[in-house]
């Protein structure tokens, strides 16, 4: 420790006064300081996952029954909903305000100039503009800009005055809020949020016997009192629907926040010169998931969100999901008591490999056959006996983003891992090759099991890959910094859990990443 004490630190700008007032370990800033210092390794893609090679593609009885099968663990209110809730809306309008604050001045004639001359974005402007009253959230909006003194044409929104009233206008703060609570759809009179969304369909699939739903949203510390008061809004209008929620809320730990750098691999520092801390991405709330006592729970984004219409699909593929769970479930647990009790043999030990192989796409080691008896049987004990997740997986369409992948670790070992593409070396021909030959998505919704056959909680953290971390490029006070992403929730975050990636159609995938992905037929 000497080492660090010295050179270490002061490689990065970092004193012993510094190291009084942090917010995270010692020892984990110094992991973070060593993967900055040395580069996150690229992963080995080995084959891209395909239905028939990594990617259940069930048929329609066995839907059926998977289906049937999910009654029990559901009406013993075993499942619960966890849904990462801290993104905000700003990110929404990401386009949008960039756009703006290149050209601050427009007329409708403006932009369509700019359309004509290929001026970024102003196409994507244009079409938010154009179609402002189709927004859920645009009648109140609308209504105030017009008793707004500034607009001179009520019924023009195609310039930049009615643009800055949008991003400006404190009393709806649209940019500031978070995504959650940002309202999505409408129905006649009536709107609602993402997060009563998220409610709605979760009352459709996951109501145990005394029709309580068992939900958990991880939201900033800022935004927290804002849920609180919508949710106790929602409590009055969900009062004659018969369903009670358990719902609670957690906050991203302190503790799981990296230290950021400047782009001279220079500790970044704040106004007041301390160093700056950043939240260590979504593969932080691993820990926020550790922490729930839950037997099933079904993880899925905040904004990936169907109206009433489309929910029917959603619904039944997440009770799918949730039925495959029980019943693989079920068997890992019953291999593991009888590995643990004795009770096998050389036909049952090829029984539970062959389970193994082919339904948690565990490849076995080359010499297992070679092993004795016992050494095969605590092998497979070893193999089984960790957390399990069951991913529905859409066909990519042309989505921007990772998908699912057999993936090659360091000792040789080829496991099923969900890649995103900033972990690829797209620079190597054949790593490329195998990315460009990807035909699924990133998960639409996973459903996990986190106690073992004795009931106990597994330990998440001790099945994550520390090693996949990522470095972006962020900005801070105007400048860009370095900042260290955790691995993320079910990528590195989940590496060493056993897997089962499963099709789904895509009318399960509706998100909204871009606010104009709400004109989007499967939002209205």
């Known amino acids: 420790m000497a080492e660090l004490n010295n050179n270490f630190w002061e490689k990065f700008g970092i004193t012993e006064k510094d190291l009084t007032n942090i917010p995270i370990r010692k020892n984990d800033l110094v992991k973070q300081l060593v993967q900055f210092n040395d580069g996150i390794e690229r992963i080995e893609l080995a084959a891209s996952a395909i239905p028939g090679e990594g990617i259940v593609k069930p048929d329609p009885d066995y839907i059926d029954y998977l289906i049937e099968k999910s009654s029990e663990p559901l009406a013993d209110g075993r499942v619960l909903l966890f849904i990462p809730a801290s993104g905000a809306a700003s990110r929404l309008f990401k386009k949008i305000v ?8 427009f007329s409708k004639a403006d932009l369509e100039n700019m359309i004509e001359a290929n001026v970024q974005d102003a196409d994507y402007v244009f079409t938010f503009l154009e179609n402002i009253e189709e927004f859920a959230f645009s009648k109140d909006l609308i209504e105030d800009w017009k008793n707004n003194e500034l607009s001179d ?87 004659d629907e018969n369903v009670v929620f358990d719902l609670s809320f957690s906050l991203q730990k ?49 904004d990936n969100i169907a109206p009433d219409r489309l929910k029917y699909d959603s619904i039944k593929y997440k009770k799918m999901l949730i039925g495959m769970m029980y019943e693989v479930e079920e068997q890992v647990h019953s291999y593991l008591n009888k590995i643990e009790t004795g009770e096998y043999n050389e036909k049952l030990l090829k029984e539970i490999a062959e389970f193994a192989h082919f339904s948690l796409n565990i490849k076995s080691e080359v010499l297992y056959e070679e092993l004795p008896i016992s050494e095969k049987a605590n092998l497979l004990f070893n193999k089984l006996n960790r957390p399990l997740r069951i991913c529905g997986m859409v066909n990519n369409e042309g989505q921007v983003g990772g998908g699912p992948f057999w993936v090659k670790d360091s000792d040789g070992q080829v496991t099923l891992q969900i890649v995103e593409t900033v972990q690829i070396d797209k620079g190597d021909p054949l790593q ?52 260290l992403e955790l691995p993320g929730l079910w990528n590195g975050g989940m590496a060493f859990w056993n897997t089962i990636f499963v099709e789904v159609p895509p009318v399960t995938f509706n998100p909204v990443k871009e606010i104009n992905d709400l004109l989007g037929e499967n939002h209205k």
């Open 153 to 239: 044409q009520h019924t023009d929104y195609t310039n930049s005055q009615f643009l800055k009233f949008i991003l400006e206008n404190k009393k709806f703060n649209l940019i500031a809020k978070p995504k959650a609570l940002f309202e999505f759809h409408h129905y006649n009179a009536e709107t609602r949020t993402c997060f009563e969304e998220q409610l709605r369909e979760g009352i459709g699939y996951s109501k145990d016997d005394s029709n309580i739903t068992r939900f958990h949203f991880t939201v900033s510390v800022e935004h927290l009192e804002q849920f609180k008061d919508l949710y106790n809004e929602l409590i009055l209008k969900f009062k």
């Open 254 to 302: 302190k503790s799981t926040d990296t230290i950021a750098l400047t782009k001279d691999r220079n500790a970044a520092r704040d106004t007041d010169g301390n160093l700056v801390f950043r939240p260590g991405g979504h593969g932080a709330l691993l820990e926020n998931l550790n922490d729930l006592d839950a037997d099933f729970v079904v993880i899925k984004n905040i």
């Open 98 to 105: 960039a756009f703006y604050n290149c050209n601050p001045v």
């Open 432 to 483: 490329f090759d195998i990315m460009s030959t990807a035909t699924h998505f990133n998960p639409v919704d996973i459903v996990c099991s986190v106690r073992d056959y004795k009931g106990n909680k597994f330990n998440l953290t001790d099945f994550r890959d520390e090693a996949m971390a990522f470095i972006s490029t962020k900005s801070f006070n105007g400048d860009d910094i370095l900042a």
